[in-house]
């Protein structure tokens, strides 16, 4: 708990209720950890090919990004792409989905369906058998969409292989995999209890002549007609602006349909957050220390080291009638960017709520708001400080229990330290002339 006093002098407090991105438990990071060994198990490589690695690794990576509009779209034939895929792109895409899984309430029970669109090698569903033990022995089918079948089968042998690791004799045999070539206009024999999507519209919104809220709203309408009342809906794309841009759409769609907006939004009101241009974007990050050593080493070899890992996402509920707003009783906050500077020797963390952007506000000294993780759900009173942030307009939550002698020897240590660097960048100017 955060003890909080505001400028008013209304006393309060700030509680912990989640994280998306707390340690997981040993088991999964475990599996993570050997997952390299799994798909070397599976798909070895040679001696050339794995010299190779951190070169084709580098090469694919610049046409997911920079150069994504030469990329083939049939680029997971290419065995040295797809092999650079399951050996390195699909291991880190199982470290952030199973770190958000873990953390997300999903309920699968004997003969439910579920779908995966836009499957590739079967990420999201490892990830699932992965993060989710409770779930591995129920009898679950899963459908995976995908317009490369040579992908899902190469996925489907490395899921397979997962679970020959994890089974027990609580969970004596893995999930059935229906593999359906096709997009997210094919048809499925039934609607499902829980549909998922991870990293398939980054690819599309890219190069598509629809405008991103036309392909949101039929996402969402493609969404809701095959998920069945009271199933779940996830859909996870990369945390760049385009992406946070498009989940917001997407998010905002969804609604219209009366799905109820489950995480990380703390409330069914507008989102403030919206990605437009030069705006604030929703995504979340969490410290790529947390990724297995072998795959960091493998990515140091590709030039393409990862201080963070970061992704946007929406979890929404499929509901018969539209859902309830939000009550202001008790608000919550989910905590969404790194700390920022603020006037009057403040630092702060920007926070979405059911009454829009708050600013969680503190000493530029404290180290309380560098021990909140990204994506921490906070829970506070009705009273907090009505004062607006003049630059976003955003409610300012100010946490550091101030006192004005509290606020004026915090004043004067940040003017003595400015003062300090100012005279060091002084002398460091004249040693080079």
Known sequence: MIDTTNKSGNTGSVKKVSDFFSSLPEEQQKILNGFGSTVQGIYPLTQKQKFNL???????????????????????????QSFAYIHYFMWWNLVRFVHLLHNLEIELDDGDYALDLGSGPLTMVTALWIAKPELRNKKITWYTLDVSMSTMSRGEEIFYAVCSETLSTQCTEPWKIIKIKGGMETKINHQVKFLSCANMFNEVFWNAKE?????????????????????????????????????????????????????????????????????????????????????????????????????????????????????????????ISDKIKLPDFKTGRYCCSACGLVILSDFFKSKKLEEINSGTLLSTGKEFSKKLDPKTGAFILDISGNTSKKHEKGMETFTAHRKKKDTEKEQKKADSK
């Open 211 to 335: 405008k991103t809220e036309s392909i949101a709203a039929s996402a969402a309408r493609r969404f809701t007609e095959m998920t069945g009342p009271g199933g779940k809906i996830l859909v996870i794309e990369p945390g760049i602006p385009p992406s946070g841009k498009f989940i917001s759409l997407l998010r905002g769609s969804l609604m219209k349909r009366k799905a109820k907006i489950i995480s990380p939004c703390p409330h069914q009101g507008e989102c403030p957050m919206k990605g437009d241009r030069g705006g604030k974007w929703c995504h979340f990050v969490f410290d790529g220390n947390k990724a297995p050593e072998n795959l960091r080493k493998l990515s140091k070899l590709a030039k393409l080291e990862k201080e963070r890992i970061s992704l946007s996402f929406v979890f929404a509920e499929k509901c018969k009638t539209e859902p309830e707003p939000s009550s202001f009783g008790e608000l919550k906050l989910r905590v």
């Open 54 to 80: 951190p070169m084709n690794i580098r090469e694919l990576s610049r046409q997911l990004t920079d150069r994504r509009s030469e990329r083939n779209p049939a680029y997971m034939n290419s065995p040295a």
